[in-house]
């Protein structure tokens, strides 16, 4: 697996970040200047992970789609890349570190697969894969409908 850091300006992060996601990353983290804690204002990065051999791509794929987005007016420089190697399976693993059993009102319990959990008697416990979007049970949108 390897991992694509690509510098933009903070106002085109988002859009590069959801153009590597559709270009087949599977996962991505987006750190702004604040996060960053550099002398570069206005500048963040966009980390993407892929597959191992597809880097050269994604970056010909990124520079093209930047010159579109330049042409729109949208600022795109400066911006660079670099690429880190990511043990796979380390990374496959890791994530799952951040999510953790959460309570939810007085009866229910948002638990992920991995992690046992022994419910009281009065518990409900709803087992579920986080995903991209969905299985946290943090959301408030999640909680209100439990709590409901």
């Not at 690509?6 to 859009?15: K, R, S």
């Amino acid at each position: 697996m390897n991992r694509i850091v690509v510098g933009v300006p903070i106002g085109a992060a988002d859009a590069v970040a959801n153009h590597l996601l559709e270009g087949g990353a599977s996962g991505l983290e987006l750190h702004d200047d604040e996060t960053l804690q550099r002398s570069a204002p206005g500048q963040a990065e966009v980390v993407a992970y892929l597959p191992a051999g597809e880097v050269q791509q994604r970056v010909a794929g990124l520079d093209r789609y930047l010159d579109a987005l330049r042409s729109t007016g949208t600022p795109v420089d400066p911006w660079s890349w670099r690429t880190e190697t990511v043990n796979d399976s380390e990374w496959h693993e890791r994530w799952k570190e951040s999510f953790h059993a959460t309570r939810v009102g007085r009866r229910f319990v948002v638990c992920p697969p991995w992690q046992s959990w022994t419910a009281a008697p009065q518990e409900l416990v709803v087992i579920v894969s986080p995903g991209q979007a969905f299985g946290t049970g943090t959301h408030p949108s999640t909680t209100l409908c439990l709590r409901a």
